[in-house]
DNA sequence: CTTACGGCCTGGGTGC
DNA sequence: TGCACCCAGGCCGTAA
């Protein structure tokens, strides 16, 4: 499930390879999950890649026009099982495959999403601030007072509010759940009801999860794979994700599973005290 | 405005 | 062999 860590993965093997290359050709398959296919499919022939960046879980192709000239930008969210890997184009495509973006070097982009959860869209920089402009801050460059700042009066639980992505932006359940644990806090906690100094902790750990799972290069459940079709590594780093009734690594006690603002959420039950009132 | 919740999209995996 | 069901993440509508 690519989460900040994964697209920022694949964002930098995009960068080592795009920037300079022209499209020549792009063509669709299933476009259901693609807005406005037509007008996407006669704009980005003759574009030239300028920049691969990424922005919370967005891609965003910075596109010029044929002449150098500015041009739109290809905004891509991979949603649970989106891929996007550069290919020679005499390599057989992978099922679902279903926008081929052709370069000028004899190589093919491929977005392959299985579920068919991503999106793309091709955006005028004018237009990108109203698909982005509500997503909070970059955990990564986001100063301790001001992640205090945007949960301490918060009264809904911990985890909706990490998982919200006008609160900070790139957190999914893997990264909520392992920055949770690692700051000793329960998922259904009130936000409002954390002192300070957990807040604080809770952010440095969300950073170092975050920082972490970037050098191992994002987390492979099931379909995640880099720019390179290499899975990452840091799934045998999770201390909880996934690992229902095996030990804590810090106590030993059976992580559990319970649903927490919708999602499968797994801590430990002697780290992670619940708050009054929740059950199970 | 804030929060909670249910439903929807799709298809692989699981269990009967 | 077949098939119903669960689940995943993001988003949207609705209700309080």
Not at 172 to 183: F, K, T, V
Not at 196 to 217: C, E, P, Y
């Given at each position: 499930m690519p989460e900040l860590p994964e697209v920022e993965t694949i964002a930098r093997g995009l960068a080592a390879c795009l920037p300079g290359r022209r499209i020549v050709a792009a063509r669709l398959g299933k476009t259901d999950f693609v807005d406005n296919p037509e007008e996407l499919a006669r704009a980005l022939p003759g574009c030239i890649v300028r920049r691969v960046e990424r922005y919370g879980k967005f891609l965003l192709l910075r596109l010029a026009a044929g002449n150098g000239a500015a041009g739109p930008t290809l905004?891509?969210?991979?949603?649970?099982?989106?891929?996007?890997?550069?290919?020679?184009?005499?390599?057989?495509?992978?099922?679902?495959t279903h926008v081929v973006l052709s370069l000028d070097d004899g190589t093919e982009v491929r977005y392959t999403d299985l579920r068919r959860f991503g999106r793309m869209a091709l955006v005028a920089d004018g237009k990108l601030h109203s698909i982005l402009g509500s997503l909070g801050p970059d955990p990564l460059q986001m100063a301790p007072g001001e992640f205090v700042q945007r949960l301490a009066a918060r009264r809904a639980m911990v985890k909706a509010l990490l998982l919200d992505q006008r609160t900070l932006r790139g957190l999914?359940?893997?990264?909520?759940?392992?920055?949770?644990?690692?700051?000793r806090i329960h998922p259904a906690r009130q936000a409002a009801r954390l002192r300070?100094?957990?807040?604080?902790?809770?952010?440095?750990?969300?950073?170092?999860?975050?920082?972490?799972?970037?050098?191992?290069?994002g987390s492979s459940i099931a379909n995640y794979r880099n720019a390179q079709g290499e899975p990452g590594l840091f799934q045998l780093n999770h201390r909880v994700y996934h690992r229902e009734g095996r030990p804590c690594p810090r106590c030993r006690?059976?992580?559990?599973?319970?649903?927490?603002?919708?999602?499968?959420?797994?801590?430990?039950?002697?780290?992670?005290?619940?708050?009054?009132?929740?059950?199970?």
């Open positions: 905004l891509i969210h991979l949603g649970m099982t989106g891929q996007l890997i550069p290919q020679r184009a005499d390599v057989p495509r992978a099922p679902h999914g359940n893997i990264y909520a759940d392992e920055s949770l644990w690692r700051a300070r100094d957990q807040l604080l902790r809770l952010h440095r750990s969300v950073r170092a999860v975050l920082s972490a799972a970037i050098r191992l290069g006690a059976r992580i559990r599973r319970v649903i927490v603002a919708g999602r499968s959420s797994y801590f430990c039950p002697l780290c992670q005290r619940r708050p009054k009132g929740f059950k199970r």
